[in-house]
């Protein structure tokens, strides 16, 4: 079955660029849809295919997808960004997650 | 923009069916594909599976790992869908939420979610 993988945590100085990594075998040939999860939230939609983001995502959020790996980029991260952060694609007629990786500011 | 609700039972015995529906406002269930999706305490997120629109003739598919016990349905007078999952036990204790599945790309939006506790 098809897998993706994440660092389980990242942290970042406010301020500065966080990126969070999401691999699988091709991902690149897929699209990538990454999910912000704060405590006690359902998961918010923050980039969807690669590198599009719905409306009222902060323009610091973006994301790319090449190879084996997509990425998440969170620059002039904020206090507030802190949260857990999942990555998904489809492989053929199913859902695959990533395991999630928690960003904390410090 | 859509809603979504998640309703049901919150505790479900050992071995029973766990049933849950979500409520879809501010649009019609047969515009768009829906899907099923679960968080066990502290753990990352597990789609349970997937009912497509209406030009898709409402098909489904699930999670391998669930196929056997998992029903996904739709009720289009009620703006509604449904998940049964059979012969639950402890491992299948989790939030669960219903999502809007976009182009079969990504979910968005979700519902808020409801913790379900398998337990006798």
């Known amino acids: 079955s098809y897998e993706l993988t994440q660092p389980p945590s990242v942290s970042v100085s406010p301020g500065q660029t966080a990126s969070i990594t999401c691999s699988g075998d091709?991902?690149?040939?897929?699209?990538a849809c990454w999910y912000q999860q704060k405590p006690g939230q359902s998961p918010v939609l923050v980039i969807y295919q690669d590198t599009k983001r719905p409306s009222g995502i902060p323009e610091r959020f973006s994301g790319s997808n090449s190879g084996n790996t997509a990425t998440l980029t969170i620059s002039g991260t904020q206090a507030m960004d802190e949260a857990d952060y999942y990555c998904?694609?489809?492989?053929?007629?199913?859902?695959?997650f990533g395991g999630g990786t928690k960003l904390t500011v410090l | 923009q859509v809603q979504l609700q998640e309703s049901g039972p919150g505790l479900v015995k050992p071995s029973e069916t766990l049933s849950l529906t979500c409520n879809v406002s501010?649009?019609?269930?047969?515009?768009?594909?829906w899907s099923w999706i679960r968080q066990s305490p502290g753990k990352g997120l597990e789609w349970i599976g997937w009912?497509?629109?209406?030009?898709?003739?409402?098909?489904?598919n699930y999670n391998p790992s669930l196929k056997s016990r998992v029903t996904i349905s739709v009720d289009t007078s009620k703006n509604q869908f449904s998940l049964k999952l059979r012969s639950v036990t402890a491992a299948d204790t989790a939030v669960y939420y219903c999502?809007?599945?976009?182009?079969?790309?990504?979910?968005?939006?979700w519902g808020q979610g409801t913790l379900v506790t398998v337990s006798s």
């Open positions: 501010g649009g019609s269930i047969s515009s768009y594909h």
């Open positions: 999502a809007r599945n976009v182009g079969l790309s990504q979910f968005d939006p």
């Open positions: 091709k991902l690149g040939d897929k699209y």
């Open positions: 009912i497509g629109d209406i030009y898709y003739s409402g098909s489904t």
């Open positions: 998904q694609a489809w492989d053929s007629t199913t859902v695959v």
